[in-house]
């Protein structure tokens, strides 16, 4: 991944941005590490070349949540020749089980502005397993569902409020690193209830 994406690498506060080399294309991507097991990819880039971004390169053994606030994005499993649309406004989650491929689909020309969020099933997710409540009965239900299939991949809803709180994060300026991180940390939150 960080090979088909060359730039300069830089770090402000907590947040890790690569700035796109113009051969490849213009934009970022910003990286959060928010928590163990819960990782946030924010790109907003437009390419000269389309780009396939191996997803379990980034991080296995995860679920991710995705949502494309501009442009259009693709979906595919290494083992299939389906590709799958990620709209604009749309949400939507993958999962593959190690060692099945799962990759995004960049086209050129296109501005596409998408956020990526990781949660690490086992690390982010092993606390609702303690609980007895029926939510985390019926959580654990939903994990194991998912976690059952080799692959799996939903296309969901539409959601401008999503779009507000993206928007938000992308123009976000408070007066000191503390507050301006737990504003980051809380939208970010936000987005993946």
Known sequence: FKD??????SKQQDVYILDIDP?????????????PGLQVFDFDITLVEDLEIPMDCIATETLQFLYCLEGDCYHQFEDSDEVRSIEEFQTAVAHSNLGLQSRLLLKKGQRVVLNSIYVNKKEYFDKFSEDSNPFSKKFQSLLHHIGSKPKHFHSGRHSLKIAEQLKLLLNIEHTNEISEFLSQKGRYYLILA
Not at 4 to 9: A, E, K, P, T
């Open 4 to 9: 088909s994406l060359q730039g300069n690498l």
């Open 23 to 35: 051969e490849i294309g213009k934009g970022q991507i910003r990286y959060i590490d928010l928590q």
